[in-house]
C-alpha cells in the first residue's frame, strides 16, 4: 500500500463486503415501494472510510471480518445518517458529485428516510457479540455529532436569521481550541468509536483500546483539517463538492478561513469578513474570498496543523500489534492528510 490508486483498490474491496449488508439492514421492515429512495443515500459513492478502519483494526487485533461486518455496517449507516441531516441544515444541493437526498427527493421525504437511517444503526448494534457496548458507542458517536453540529452552525458569521437562539448565542470570535471542540465532536469522535469498535470485535485488552481511542481521535482530526483545506484549494471534479462551499455556508469552523483571518491586514480581514457577511453570497464572491486567502499562509499552516495530528495518530499504532494490518493503517494514515477527495 505506498499510494493512493492501492489505498483506493483496497477501499473498493471494503465496498463489495460492507453494501451488501449495509442494504441488508437498512431494507429490513421497509416496504418494497420504499427501498429505492431508502438506499439512494448509501448508492451514491464514498470511500467506506470509516467502516474500512473498524475492520482493519479488528483484524489486527486478531478479529475476524464475520465478527464485525454488521457493526461496520452500522457505522457506515450511521455516518450517512449524519449526512442527509447536513445537507439539510446547510441547504447542500450536491454531495459526492451527486444529487443530495433531500434535493433529489424533498426535505420531508429525506427527513422520513433518515428515521429508516436511525433505526438501522442499533439494529446492525444487535448483530453483533456486544450489542450493548457496541449500541453505547453509536449512541456517542451520534450525541457528539450533534454536539459538534451546533458549534458548527453557532461558528457561522451570519445568516439563519429566522432562527432566535443561533442569533443570539452565536460566536463573536473563534480560537484555534474553539475549532478543534468542534472538530472532535463532530468529525473525529466517529473516528475515534470506529477504531475502539474494530478493538471491541476483536476483544482486545484496556490498553488496546485506549490506543485505538487516541489513534482514531487523532486520524479524524487530521482528515477534517484535509477537508477544510480541499473545500478552498481541492479541485471540484475529483473532490466531488463545491469548492469554497464552506465560505457559501458563511463558516468560520475552517481551519483555513481562521487562520487566514488571523494574518490578514485590516483591509483583506474586512473584505473577507464582509463576504461572509453578506446575505447571498456568489460564485464570484467565492473566487474573491479564496484570492483573499491565498495572500496568506493559512494553506500551508493548515496542512502542517493537519500533519501533527497525523504523526500523534501513527504514534499510536506503535503501541499496536506489528502487522500487515498496522503497516496498512500506517499507510492510510499518510492518506488521510495526502488525498484529493
Known sequence: MKNSKEINSYLNKIVKIIDPAVKEILTSYVSKSNREIVNYQVSVGGKRL????????????????????????????????????????????????????????????????????????????????APIKISELFAKSLKNIVDGEILDILFEKSGREDEPYIIENRYKTISEKDYLDMVKKKTAVLFQNTCELGGVCAKASHKQLNALKNYGLNLGIAFQVKDDILDIFGEEKKFGKKIGKDIKEKKRGNIVILLALKELNSTDKNQLSNILKKKKITQKDIKKAVRIIKKTNAGDLSLEFGKKYVQKAKSNLGLLPKNKWNSLLQEMTEFTITREK
Open 50 to 129: 470509516r467502516p474500512a478502519l473498524a475492520i482493519i483494526n479488528c483484524q489486527m487485533l486478531g478479529g475476524k471480518v464475520k465478527d464485525i461486518l454488521y457493526p461496520a455496517a452500522g457505522l457506515e449507516i450511521l455516518h450517512n445518517y449524519s449526512l442527509i441531516i447536513d445537507d439539510i441544515i446547510d441547504n447542500d444541493r450536491v454531495r459526492r458529485g451527486k444529487t443530495t437526498c433531500w434535493a433529489k427527493f424533498g426535505k420531508s421525504i429525506a427527513q422520513c428516510i433518515s428515521v429508516d437511517y436511525a433505526a438501522a444503526i442499533f439494529q446492525a448494534a444487535n448483530k453483533s457479540k
